[in-house]
């Protein structure tokens, strides 16, 4: 017969109520009688059942985390911090995306067309709505926001400062003597918080340092993709007067910008200085290395996870705001070629 709590409380000498702390990820249990426990599951090959567990607690011991697309570095490097931070805790984590479907979005906040499997969502939209969060409100599923969304005190956020990330990268390429800086990735028809946050960052630098913004300058990417970056490229290398610095909303843009420079007969950065923002792995072996801003993903993740299960444990939990810091990391294509300026920071 299976092991059972009680067989192993038995083995470890404590009372059932401690195995399943231990099993359930509780907190505080002190490492000497964790360690008790956990040999005891190890020894008799203990296998919790979910089933019992939800029906005696009411919690599944899973969270769902919401993004747009996985296949995104970003969210795929979030996704795995997410996992590896819930499993400390004791959970597990199941991912979806939206696909930039607004519908999916809803129904997947919402709960619609599936059972309730999740003790909280993490939940990435790219647009949440108050009325949306209202109706969520009645279904009392824990739930934490991320990303560029305002926050109005009833769930907490976990979010970046995109409008000082995009300030920074544009007054980098300015400190390097760059004057007609292009912006690529804006979404101006979409009304999403990031695009319109990193335009607005991009647009103050300039400013501020008394260049012109110029329209013909600022061109829009559908996806933040590779190819989105190249297209977009392609058409500010045909403006007059011809850019000296890319600025792009991500990473994946910069690089597809960087080939499109190169096809067109031009040098990075000697020509056009490129910058982006995450720091992707790809970004730092590329070659010329990309300049970019880097992003606390691993913070934003164990924030995240803390904060839906301190919501999980008690509902009633002042819900916070949390920015979460990020640094400029300037790289080959915005420095050029140099051993002072090592290329895989």
């Not at 040999?39 to 008799?44: D, K, N, R, W």
């Not at 930039?100 to 919402?110: F, I, T």
């Not at 390429?173 to 912006?183: D, E, K, P, Y």
């Not at 140099?338 to 895989?344: G, I, K, Q, R, Y």
């Amino acid at each position: 017969m299976p092991a059972t709590l009680r067989d192993v409380a038995d083995r470890a000498q404590v009372s059932v109520r401690t195995v399943s702390n231990v099993v359930s990820g509780y907190q505080h249990v002190s490492p000497q009688m964790r360690q008790r426990v956990l040999q005891a599951i190890e020894e008799l090959d203990y296998r919790p059942n979910p089933v019992a567990r939800t029906l005696r607690t009411g919690r599944t011991g899973m969270l769902a985390l919401v993004v747009p697309e996985i296949d995104v570095p970003y969210f795929s490097e979030l996704a795995r911090e997410v996992i590896d931070s819930a499993a400390e805790l004791g959970y597990r984590v199941m991912v979806d995306q939206t696909g930039h479907d607004h519908e999916r979005e809803r129904q997947l906040l919402l709960g619609e067309n599936r059972t309730m499997l999740f003790d909280g969502i993490l939940f990435s939209p790219l647009v949440t709505k108050a009325e949306l969060l209202d109706m969520h409100g009645s279904s009392r599923m824990p739930l934490v926001l991320l990303g560029e969304h305002e926050f109005d005190g009833r769930y907490d956020h976990i979010a970046i400062d995109n409008v000082q990330a995009a300030h920074d990268a544009v007054t980098h390429l300015i400190s390097l003597g760059r004057t007609r800086i292009a912006a690529v990735g804006t979404q101006p028809l979409e009304g999403y918080a990031t695009p319109l946050q990193r335009t607005a960052g991009y647009e103050a630098a300039l400013r501020e340092a008394g260049l012109q913004v110029r329209p013909e300058h600022t061109i829009p990417a559908a996806h933040y993709s590779r190819t989105g970056g190249y297209t977009a490229c392609v058409a500010l290398l045909t403006t007059s007067p011809r850019p000296d610095a890319i600025f792009c909303f991500s990473d994946l843009l910069a690089i597809g910008a960087m080939r499109a420079v190169f096809d067109a007969g031009l040098r990075v950065p000697d020509d056009v200085a490129v910058i982006g923002i995450d720091d992707i792995d790809e970004g730092r072996f590329a070659r010329p290395s990309l300049s970019t801003v880097s992003l606390d993903i691993p913070f934003i993740a164990r924030e995240a996870v803390h904060r839906i299960a301190a919501r999980i444990e008690n509902p009633q939990t002042p819900a916070e705001e949390i920015v979460a810091t990020h640094q400029l990391v300037a790289r080959e294509s915005t420095l050029g070629m140099s051993d002072e300026h090592p290329a895989h920071r």
